[in-house]
C-alpha cells in the first residue's frame, strides 16, 4: 500500500521507485500484486507516466489515510518513548485564521513550547481534500454539507450568520429589509464556486426563484476579497464576525434578510478520528476558548 501511495502521488513509477530506494522492477512486481490482491486494474501506463483508474482514484485515498494513521502511531509511540512533543498539522478555514486558532496555538506553544505546527489556511473543500489524503490531522472550518460529511467525523464549536457585505459607502449601506432581487444585477466578489459559503449563497437565492450571482471576481483569498470591497462598489458573502477583523473595519452588513444562513463551525476529522496526543491538547484547548465565546 506504501508503494502505491507512492505511485498515486507522483504518477510516475521512475519517480516513485527513487523515492523509495527501491528498483524499478521491484516496484511494478509489487503493483502487480496489489492489483491481483483487489481483484481489479489500478494503473494505466503511457509515455508521461501513469494514470489512475477510478477504482485506483478511490485506492489512493484510502492509501493515503493508511499511510496517515501509519505515520501517526509511528509517531506517537516515538514520541512516548524519547518525550518529545511532536508536530501537529491544522487546517483553517479564514476566520478561524483571525479568531480563536491563534489564541489557542499562542496557549499551546506557551505550556509545551516544543510544539511544532503548521498552519495551512484556505477555505473548506481544498482543505478537506488535504485531510482525506492525511496531509493535515485536523480541520477547523465550517460544517460539511451531507454529502461531504460522510467521510469525516465532525464536533461543533461555534455558530455565526453568513451575511451580504460592502463597504461602507456603498449604495445601500444603510437601507432597510432590501429584497434580494435588487442585488442581483450588482457587482459580487465571490470565493470559489466549490466553496461552503458559495454554495449556500446560490442554493439559497435558487430556493427563491432567483438565479446564482455571477462573480465579477472570484478569489480563494478572503482577505483579498474583503480588501477589494473597501475600495468597490462589490457585494460579499461572508460571516457577520468577520465585520469585526481588521480588514473588516471599513466594511458593513447589508440587510438582505432573505440571505441570511446559519453557519456552524467546528472539528473536521478523517474518521475514527484519532489523533496523537499533540493534536489532542490543542484540540481541548480549542473547545475551552470556544465554551467561553461560541462566536466565529
Excluded at 55 to 82: C, P
Excluded at 185 to 205: E, I, V, Y
Aim: net charge neutral; glycine share 6%.
Amino acid at each position: 500500500m506504501s508503494y502505491f501511495h507512492a505511485v498515486a502521488k507522483t504518477r510516475n513509477i521512475t519517480h516513485a521507485a527513487k523515492i523509495l530506494h527501491i528498483a524499478q522492477p521491484t516496484l511494478s512486481k509489487a503493483l502487480q500484486q496489489l492489483e491481483h490482491q483487489v481483484g481489479a486494474q489500478l494503473l494505466e501506463r503511457n509515455s508521461y507516466g501513469i494514470t489512475l483508474t477510478p477504482i485506483g482514484e478511490r485506492l489512493s485515498r484510502h492509501a493515503g489515510v493508511v499511510m496517515a494513521q501509519v505515520r501517526d502511531a509511528v509517531e506517537e509511540v516515538s514520541h512516548l518513548r524519547t518525550g518529545e512533543i511532536g508536530e501537529v498539522r491544522v487546517g483553517a478555514g479564514p476566520s478561524w485564521v483571525r479568531r480563536k486558532l491563534p489564541e489557542a496555538v499562542a496557549r499551546v506553544r506557551l505550556e509545551r513550547p516544543s510544539l511544532r505546527l503548521d498552519v495551512v489556511a484556505g477555505f473548506d473543500a481544498p482543505l478537506l481534500e488535504q485531510l482525506a489524503t492525511g496531509d493535515l490531522d485536523f480541520v477547523v472550518a465550517e460544517r460539511p454539507l451531507t454529502d461531504d460529511a460522510r467521510a469525516f467525523a465532525y464536533r461543533n464549536l461555534t455558530s455565526d450568520d453568513l451575511v451580504v457585505v460592502a463597504g461602507r459607502d456603498h449604495p445601500l449601506a444603510g437601507q432597510k429589509n432590501i429584497p434580494a432581487e435588487a442585488l442581483l444585477d450588482l457587482t459580487w466578489a465571490l470565493p470559489p464556486a466549490s466553496t461552503l459559503a458559495r454554495r449556500k449563497l446560490d442554493g439559497r437565492l435558487i430556493s427563491l426563484g432567483l438565479a446564482a450571482p455571477k462573480a465579477a471576481i472570484t478569489s480563494s483569498s478572503l482577505t483579498f476579497l474583503m480588501m477589494f470591497a473597501r475600495q468597490s462598489d462589490a457585494l460579499l458573502y461572508t460571516t457577520r464576525s468577520l465585520l469585526e477583523s481588521p480588514e473588516g473595519a471599513m466594511l458593513c452588513e447589508i440587510d438582505v434578510p432573505a440571505l441570511i444562513t446559519t453557519r456552524e463551525a467546528g472539528l473536521i476529522f478523517r474518521t475514527p478520528g484519532l489523533l496523537p496526543p499533540a493534536a489532542m491538547f490543542l484540540v481541548e484547548t480549542l473547545e475551552q476558548i470556544c465554551r467561553d465565546d461560541p462566536y466565529n
